[in-house]
């Protein structure tokens, strides 16, 4: 798992932190849908969803 969490020190690092993250990042597209939004597009990287909203036909309905 200290490959997986970039920076992370190795006597830090430990499975919980990664099934946090997947629980929270789970509740929020669970949240997101049942409050109306169209659909949820997970990124692996902030660069990644920035390039996406840029390139996006209606940047106005992007909500990063």
Do not use: Y
């Amino acid at each position: 798992l200290v490959d997986v969490v970039n920076g992370a020190d190795s006597w830090r690092a430990s499975g919980t932190v990664v099934i946090v993250d997947v629980f929270r990042s789970s509740s929020a597209i669970t949240t997101a849908l049942a409050n109306g939004a169209e659909a949820v597009i997970p990124f692996p990287s902030i660069r990644d969803a920035l390039r996406f909203r840029n390139s996006a036909k209606h940047r106005s309905e992007v909500i990063l």
